[in-house]
C-alpha cells in the first residue's frame, strides 16, 4: 500500500489529453511538499518529467504539465502520442515517515 | 551528458548476498547525494537507502535496515550496495539515482540491475 495513491491505469486516443491523480495527505502533499513526478519506459531509467509540483526540466515536452492543490496533484499529458505509453510515478516527502515516498504508479495506454 | 549505469544484479538464493554497483559520468560525482530506489514485480518505487557526497550521513528503509550497506568511492566516480540476508521480497529492478537535496527530487537514474531472490 503506497503511501501516495495513483490510479493503477489511465488510456487515451493519440492527441487526447490524459491527467493522472496522486492523492496524499497532510502529511506530505497537504504540509506543502513539492509533488515530482518520472515515466518509467520498459528497459529504460526513468525520467523526471516534472519537479517542484509544477516545473519541467530542460527537454521535456511542454505537452507535460503537473499541478498541486490541498492534498493531491496531478499530471496532464496534452497531445498524446504512442511513446507516452509509459508507467508515471508521483513522489514526495511526508513528515510523518520522515522520507520519501512514491505513488503506486499508472499505467497510461495510448489507444 | 549525465550518465548512471549499474550493474552487478543477479540470482541469488534466499540467505546469499549480493553487491550493487553504479558508476557515473557527467557529473561532479562527490557533490551529489546518491540513493538506491527499487520497484518489484507488481508494486510501485520504494526509495531504499541514501548516501550524502562526503560518505558521513547513510540512510536506509526499514525494510533493508541492518541488511544492506550503501557506500560510495568518489574517486571512481562510484556507487555501491551491499546486500545481506536477501529475501524473496527483495526481488526487484534496482536503481541508482542523484538527489537534488534543496527540492526534494531524483534528477538523474541509471537504467537499473535485476536482482532476483529465488531459491
Known amino acids: 500500500q503506497s503511501v501516495l495513491t495513483q490510479p493503477p491505469s489511465v488510456s487515451g486516443a493519440p492527441g487526447q489529453r490524459v491527467t493522472i491523480s496522486c492523492t496524499g495527505s497532510t502529511s506530505n502533499i497537504g504540509a506543502g511538499h513539492s509533488v515530482h513526478w518520472y515515466q518509467l519506459l520498459p528497459g529504460t531509467a526513468p525520467k523526471l518529467l516534472i519537479f517542484g509540483s509544477s516545473s519541467r526540466p530542460s527537454g521535456v515536452p511542454d505537452r507535460f504539465s503537473g499541478a498541486r492543490s490541498g492534498t493531491s496533484a496531478s499530471l496532464a499529458i496534452t497531445g498524446l502520442q504512442a511513446e507516452d505509453e509509459a508507467e508515471y510515478y508521483c513522489q514526495s516527502y511526508d513528515i510523518s515517515l520522515s522520507g520519501v515516498v512514491f505513488g503506486g504508479g499508472t499505467q497510461l495506454t495510448v489507444l | 551528458e549525465v550518465q548512471l549505469v549499474a550493474s552487478g544484479g543477479g540470482l541469488v538464493r534466499p540467505g546469499g548476498s549480493l553487491r550493487l554497483s553504479c558508476t557515473a559520468s557527467?557529473?561532479?560525482?562527490?557533490?551529489?547525494?546518491m540513493n538506491w530506489v527499487r520497484r518489484a514485480p507488481g508494486k510501485g518505487l520504494e526509495w531504499v537507502s541514501s548516501?550524502?557526497?562526503?560518505?558521513?550521513?547513510?540512510y536506509y528503509a526499514d525494510s533493508v535496515q541492518g541488511r544492506f550497506t550503501i557506500s560510495r568511492d568518489n574517486a571512481k566516480n562510484s556507487l555501491y550496495l551491499e546486500m545481506n540476508t536477501l529475501r524473496a521480497e527483495d526481488t526487484a529492478v534496482y536503481y541508482c539515482a542523484t538527489w537534488m537535496a534543496t527540492s526534494g527530487y531524483f534528477d538523474y537514474w541509471g537504467q537499473g540491475a535485476q536482482v532476483t531472490v529465488s531459491s
Open positions: 548516501i550524502i557526497g562526503d560518505s558521513a550521513y547513510r
Open positions: 557527467g557529473l561532479d560525482f562527490s557533490t551529489y547525494s
